[in-house]
């Protein structure tokens, strides 16, 4: 099945099962109503289920909506969880459109890998089912430009990306697959806990999700600049893109 997945300039390996996932998961992705959403920040190993990494207050916090971007740090509440830090903010959405909330972490020191992970990411919650408006950039360092549309996903359908920084496209780059298992789906062995695929020489990538649920992407690229390690040494840092995106299973009836 997984063989399925593999398309024309892509290639599908095996994965560590330890990759890091910042998630930023909405409680709607589309409001056919409008109305408020609430978003749950995360800094995880989404489908082993943990263990939850410590989080420190975000450097930025917000949302672009109709080209203008709203800062939310100042809403932010913390939400412990068992074995680390979480975050929580809520929004108001009135206006119909795509609105992109997006997080600028603190850098996270890794000791195993000997580095700092600084993962920008990003999810699209569509207001009153619009289906405007959704590919906007916020400007990351490090961002997912979608060539799908992010929202009305039913499972199987294909995603697809262009990883982009500082403006340009990334030529293979190497992008990170993990769905947030809530214990439904059993691994069979370590090579699929994180899908990994290599992007072709414009930075694009697709990915065919098999299961429903939400799904990250994570492009990885290695920093400019070295940060200081606790042990006063230089150590490299690793700048992520991440975009978050659901899919449901096509049933008869749909919530």
């Known amino acids: 099945m997984l063989a399925s997945l593999v398309l024309s300039g892509l290639t599908l390996g095996a994965a560590p099962a330890s990759a890091h996932f910042l998630e930023i998961i909405p409680s709607k992705d589309v409001l056919p109503e409008g109305g408020t959403v609430r978003l749950d920040l995360l800094f995880s190993h989404p489908f082993e289920g943990g263990p939850v990494m410590e989080i420190a207050r975000p450097e930025r916090l917000g949302v672009l909506t109709g080209g203008e971007i709203v800062d939310l740090l100042p809403a932010i509440l913390e939400n412990p969880v068992e074995g680390g830090a979480g975050w929580t903010v809520s929004h108001d959405l009135d206006e ?12 996270y020191w890794e000791p195993a890998e000997g580095k700092f992970i600084k ?33 009305g996903l039913w499972t199987g359908n294909l995603f697809s ?10 030529p293979f780059a190497e992008i990170e697959v993990e769905f947030i298992n809530d214990g439904s789906v059993a691994a069979p062995n370590d090579a699929f806990i994180t899908q990994v695929i290599t992007a072709d020489a414009n930075g694009t990538f697709s990915y065919a999700m098999p299961h429903a649920g939400w799904w990250g992407f994570a ?37």
């Open 219 to 255: 492009a990885l690229v290695t920093g400019e600049t070295s940060m200081l390690a606790p042990d006063g040494h230089a150590a490299p840092v690793e700048e992520g893109g991440l975009i978050w995106v659901r899919t449901r299973d096509m049933t008869s009836s749909q919530k």
């Open 96 to 107: 119909p459109g795509a609105s992109v909330f997006f997080i600028d972490p603190a850098p």
């Open 161 to 170: 990306g262009v990883v982009m920084s500082k403006g340009a496209p990334v």
């Open 119 to 151: 993962h920008f990411a990003k999810v699209v919650v569509d207001n009153y089912a619009s289906g405007e408006g959704w590919d906007a950039m916020v400007g990351l360092p490090v961002e997912i430009r979608p060539l799908t549309r992010p929202t």
